[in-house]
């Protein structure tokens, strides 16, 4: 059989050879309307980036100030795993994954509910002695002035309150703050569902490789 030469060989189609892997001005379209798509899911990955960071470090950071107290350092521990879970699960929302909200709204729940119970453990202590009593314990003449004795207790009852009101407002942040980003979180369930109805798999993919 002949060997057809150079010339004859019918020549290379460029368009033919490479149309497979050519993408079209409709795929550019639902690639623009993907990324539009999910800016909220990349929003809520930036707070979470910055939320869970703040909460491991709060934990790990806070860890060797509790040595030989074990309830402070479970506390602690948890504060650092809850921070470490919530960076975990930014990780799978820039996937695009659509349990990732819900999970991370668990995740500020379970947040909030350690810090309550730490606020109420620290209310329920019985009241030690005060910084200032603790002073004026050091200088018995303060003690032998009656007014300024006086003076020091009614500082002592207000250090007292003062304690007792950080504790409580620790206990509102958790339910205000924990729940409203929970809150947040979950709404953005909705907007990766609408996400994986209206767009292609193959987007959903591409994003993931490049986002993630």
């Known amino acids: 059989m002949p060997i057809p030469t150079h010339d004859d060989r019918p020549p290379l189609s460029l368009a033919r050879e490479s149309s497979s892997g050519i993408l079209e001005e409709h795929h550019y379209q639902q690639l623009q309307e993907l990324t539009r798509l999910a800016r909220p899911a990349r929003k809520a990955a930036g707070y979470a980036h910055f939320s869970g960071w703040a909460t491991l470090l709060s934990g790990a950071l806070s860890l060797p100030f509790t040595i030989g107290n074990i309830p402070m350092m479970v506390f602690c ?6 921070g470490t879970r919530e960076l975990t699960l930014r990780r799978r929302l820039l996937k695009l994954d659509a349990a990732s909200p819900r999970k991370l709204a668990i995740n500020q729940l379970m947040l909030g509910g350690v810090l309550a119970s730490y606020a109420i453990y620290m209310l329920m202590q019985p009241a030690g002695e005060s910084a200032i009593a603790s002073a004026a314990g050091s200088d018995p003449s303060l003690q032998s002035v009656p007014e ?16 007792a009101g950080v504790y409580v407002l620790l206990l509102l942040v958790a339910l205000l703050v924990q729940g409203g980003t929970a809150i947040y979180y979950a709404c953005k369930a909705r907007s990766l569902k609408r996400l994986h109805k209206r767009s292609p798999e193959w987007c959903v993919r591409v994003f993931s490789l490049t986002h993630a």
């Open 77 to 82: 521990l948890s504060i650092a795993a809850i």
């Open 148 to 163: 300024i004795a006086a003076q020091l207790d009614g500082l002592a009852q207000v250090e007292h309150v003062i304690r």
